[in-house]
Nanobody
Framework: QVDIVESGGGLAQPGESLTLSCAVSVSFSDIYAMGWYRKYPGRQRELVAT?????QITMGESVKERFTISRERTTVRLQMNNLKPEDTAAYYC????????????????WGEGRLVIVSS
């Protein structure tokens, strides 16, 4: 059983900031990467930002100048600055976890999602 607890998000005006946090109930050593994806109605989830246990960060093109991702052990935080109306979406925490004998495979887990609404 993997528990993913998301918090943060909500309503902001254009130019304001919001934070999303995600905590997972797995061992730090079992984590390959954690991150955030977002989904617009009728579209597939898209990458916002991920951070691997080795420290490598991948940012979505539309947010890389405005958002920052950080991780402390089993918690990942997404700082969203200078929010734009097009950032309005459901944001999902992702856990990419090693499983199986010797961590031979990786499995994705998803949080339930947090809504971010950017509107004046």
């Amino acid at each position: 059983q993997v528990d993913i607890v998301e918090s943060g998000g909500g309503l902001a005006q254009p130019g304001e900031s919001l934070t999303l946090s995600c905590a997972v109930s797995v061992s730090f050593s079992d984590i390959y990467a954690m991150g955030w994806y977002r989904k617009y109605p009728g579209r597939q989830r898209e990458l916002v930002a991920t951070i691997e246990s080795g420290g490598q960060i991948t940012m979505g093109e539309s947010v890389k100048e405005r958002f920052t991702i950080s991780r402390e052990r089993t918690t990942v935080r997404l700082q969203m600055n200078n929010l734009k109306p097009e950032d309005t979406a459901a944001y999902y925490c992702n856990l990419d976890r090693y499983e199986g004998a010797g961590g031979s495979r990786r499995v994705d887990y998803w949080g339930e999602g947090r809504l971010v609404i950017v509107s004046s």
